[in-house]
């Protein structure tokens, strides 16, 4: 059965867990090949992945392409700016059209009322690739980290600092999901949102909010920030100033559990959100996260087209 993935809850806990394995699976399976050779079954063969971009991206661009290619099939890429959409064509006649020609569809834009729309009208799955509100594909990359480097996610302790934007509220629902505590050290005004929040906790999760960063941190096994002001976001000097005392740094690393781990989903802003010392130390595993995005595409993109 196809499945759109416009956030982890429409995967939901279980496929998320299996997710991660066949990620593993696969990863392990092709160590050593050529980065664009495909894997022995190649699972999507003949199938085509169009990705919709109305923001800048490397890393989800990348992944999403080689993904496919490893999986058997080909993507194409669609600058919204150079289609007609980006002329004023509806969403909903993209969707329809789009449908009659690729298998699948993976968007990145602003607002999420219209990859909801899109998922409405198109007869193919959709896949999130970053909206304002979410970046559910991103996680699932995280989560592979994490559990990469030894960690079961039940009962894990994450700390979050900074700015409560899309990754924070996509990171809150994974806790709600794989039942772990996440602590958001971060300003007033800056929280995630309060729907995420409520909802990762309805369902098992713990959410703790403090303005405190050293109390976010304390003893947790793994550290994530994010940019402090995101793609279309107004920024400004408030913004950024309300944000200096969540920089990651040494000081703040070592109130962590003594082997915490250090996750940045990218592209980082070195010496604001996070010193060059923690994020090229020994505690990052941001090559490793950057790198699973692929193998967490892969299960993504199964999912979607029913074959996992
Ligand atoms: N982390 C992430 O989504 O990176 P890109 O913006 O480069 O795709
Ligand atoms: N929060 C960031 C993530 C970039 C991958 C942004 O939306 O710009």
């Known amino acids: 059965m196809a499945h759109d993935f416009l956030s982890l809850s429409d995967a939901g806990g279980d496929v998320?867990?299996?997710?991660?394995?066949?990620?593993?699976?696969r990863k392990a399976a092709r160590k050593a090949w050529p980065k664009g050779q495909?894997?022995?079954?190649?699972?999507?063969?003949?199938?085509?992945?169009?990705?919709?971009?109305?923001?800048?991206?490397t890393r989800t661009r990348v992944s999403f392409d080689m993904?496919?290619?490893?999986?058997?099939?080909?993507?194409?890429?669609?600058?919204?700016?150079?289609?007609?959409?980006?002329?004023?064509?509806?969403?909903?006649?993209?969707?329809?059209v789009l449908s009659r020609m690729v298998d699948a569809i993976m968007i990145r834009t602003d607002d999420h009322a219209k990859i909801e729309e899109l998922a409405h009208y198109a007869d193919?799955?959709?896949?999130?690739?970053l909206t304002d509100l979410s970046h559910p594909c991103q996680i699932v990359a995280d989560l592979l980290t994490v559990v990469e480097h030894g960690h079961a996610?039940?009962?894990?302790?994450?700390?979050?600092?900074?700015d409560g934007n899309n990754v924070a509220n996509s990171l809150i629902e994974a806790a709600g999901l794989m039942k772990f505590t996440i602590r958001i050290?971060?300003?007033?005004?800056?929280?995630?949102?309060?729907?995420?929040?409520?909802?990762a906790r309805a369902a098992g999760g713990e959410v703790i909010l403090t303005q405190n960063p050293q109390e976010a941190v304390a003893g947790a096994q793994v550290v994530v920030t994010d940019t402090w002001v995101?793609?279309?976001?107004?920024?400004?000097?408030?913004?950024?100033?309300?944000?200096?005392?969540?920089?990651?740094?040494?000081?703040?690393?070592?109130?962590a559990a003594p082997d915490a781990k250090?996750?940045?989903?990218?592209?980082?802003?070195r010496n604001e959100e996070v010193t060059d010392g923690v994020i090229d130390g020994p505690q990052s595993v941001v090559w490793d996260e950057a790198e699973n995005r692929i193998h967490a595409q892969k299960s993504v993109l199964l999912w979607s087209l029913g074959k996992l």
């Open 230 to 255: 995101s793609m279309g976001q107004a920024g400004g000097e408030q913004h950024v100033a309300a944000m200096q005392p969540y920089q990651v740094n040494a000081a703040l690393m070592a109130t």
């Open 38 to 57: 495909p894997d022995a079954d190649a699972p999507l063969a003949g199938h085509v992945l169009a990705m919709i971009f109305e923001k800048n991206s």
């Open 67 to 96: 993904a496919m290619r490893q999986l058997g099939g080909s993507a194409l890429i669609m600058e919204a700016g150079s289609t007609q959409l980006g002329r004023g064509e509806t969403v909903a006649d993209t969707a329809r």
């Open 16 to 25: 998320l867990a299996a997710m991660i394995n066949d990620a593993m699976d």
């Open 124 to 129: 193919v799955p959709v896949i999130n690739g």
């Open 185 to 199: 050290g971060g300003p007033a005004g800056y929280e995630p949102d309060p729907g995420f929040i409520a909802r």
């Open 153 to 162: 996610l039940p009962g894990l302790q994450m700390a979050w600092l900074g």
């Open 262 to 269: 250090f996750l940045h989903c990218l592209p980082a802003h």
